[in-house]
């Protein structure tokens, strides 16, 4: 069926499909999900295998109530009050699942905590609720490679094997859910996202602690299994903090390129159309995240030996696009 338009008709079909086991790809504000409902163990099964991801790396589950959250998680206190705050929205929480709830132990990769989001999206919302069942949804991507931000990278990336792939646009933040663990008093990240750790901690009113697995905070793979692997990777090599580049890569850049050289001599102008982008002119971090990806996927082309990108500030969102970056620089 590939792209569709999103119509009540449409919406109803695709309602269905989820209904009867089938895989939806929808917009959300953070990135493309490839949807199913999360109840049903054939129909999580798809989501990995068309991934190809590992059966380690639990999915998020997506509803369109605090209710519906409730039935499948216990909520703290600490729950509800981020839930007032940040829901409908680009965040993820880590609950305790209740015994009771019916998600297919597939999603939460064994683990007897859930990982649950509200998405603020008009269409997610409208899929969820119209289907009546939380829906199971990563990134509709490969696993481990760069994340969709639009109908046509979910369609390049998966193609037939998804049965309908609603169009929505370009995903406005561009940049996965900030995930956080509040299944202790303490709330822990364990993904940078667009809502930060200062943000947090600004209407909590408590200190967040920081445990996204990465360089040097091997311990919380155990908590956010499947976040140290390769991810949201080119097929090129990339390179973080470049101070110059060479002919024969692409630049991804960030503000003002004036001062950036070419190794062998020369300057950017000589460098084709396809093989520079800049994320941010005025270096507006918001706009970077959500070009992020895009770019990433307009540079990896086998004719360029790497992409050279340039120092990305390591504040507010900008944690977030660095942490993604520096995934994709990892060697496999
Ligand atoms: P994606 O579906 O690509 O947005 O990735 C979802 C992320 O959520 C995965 O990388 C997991 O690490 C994380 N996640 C999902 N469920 C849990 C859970 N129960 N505990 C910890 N992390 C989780
Ligand atoms: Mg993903």
């Given at each position: 069926m590939g792209i569709v338009a999103v119509t009540d008709q449409s919406l109803k079909k695709a309602s269905r499909?989820?209904?009867?086991?089938?895989?939806?790809?929808?917009?959300?504000?953070?990135?493309?999900?490839?949807?199913?409902?999360?109840?049903?163990?054939a129909a999580v099964e798809k989501v990995f295998r068309t991934k190809g991801r590992p059966p380690i790396n639990p999915l998020i589950v997506h509803v369109a109530f605090i209710a519906d959250a409730q039935k499948i998680a216990k909520m703290t206190p600490l729950a509800e009050q981020i839930a007032f705050h940040f829901w409908p929205g680009p965040l993820t929480m880590i609950l305790p699942q209740r015994e009771n709830s019916e998600v297919s132990e597939l999603c939460t990769a064994g683990l007897n905590t859930i990982a649950v989001r509200f998405p603020e999206h008009e269409i997610a919302r409208k899929l969820v609720q119209m289907a009546g069942v939380p829906i199971a949804a990563p990134s509709a991507n490969i696993s481990g490679a760069i994340s969709p931000t639009s109908p046509r990278h979910v369609f390049e990336s998966l193609g037939e094997s998804v049965d309908m792939i609603l169009a929505g646009g370009a995903s406005r933040m561009g940049i996965e859910s900030t995930i956080v663990d509040v299944t202790t008093d303490i709330p822990v990240i364990l993904r940078y996202g667009s809502i930060t750790k200062e943000v947090l901690e600004d209407v909590l009113k408590c200190n967040v602690q920081d445990g996204v697995a990465g360089e040097d905070n091997v311990h919380s793979l155990i908590q956010s299994p499947?976040?140290?692997?390769?991810?949201?990777?080119?097929?090129?090599?990339?390179?973080?903090?470049?101070?110059?580049?060479?002919?024969?890569?692409?630049?991804?850049?960030?503000?003002?390129?004036?001062?950036?050289?070419?190794?062998t001599g020369g300057n950017l102008s000589s460098f084709s159309d396809d093989q520079i982008r800049n994320l941010s002119e005025s270096t507006d971090l918001e706009e970077a995240a959500k070009n992020l990806f895009s770019y990433m996927r307009d540079l990896d082309n086998p004719k360029f030996k790497s992409i050279a990108v340039m120092n990305i500030p390591n504040e507010g969102v900008g944690v977030a696009i660095n942490d993604r970056l520096w995934r994709a620089s990892q060697k496999p």
């Open positions: 499909i989820i209904q009867d086991g089938g895989l939806v790809a929808f917009p959300t504000e953070t990135v493309y999900g490839l949807g199913c409902n999360a109840l049903d163990k499947g976040q140290l692997l390769k991810h949201y990777a080119p097929q090129i090599p990339l390179r973080m903090d470049a101070v110059d580049v060479h002919s024969d890569e692409a630049l991804l850049a960030f503000g003002n390129t004036k001062f950036m050289s070419i190794k």
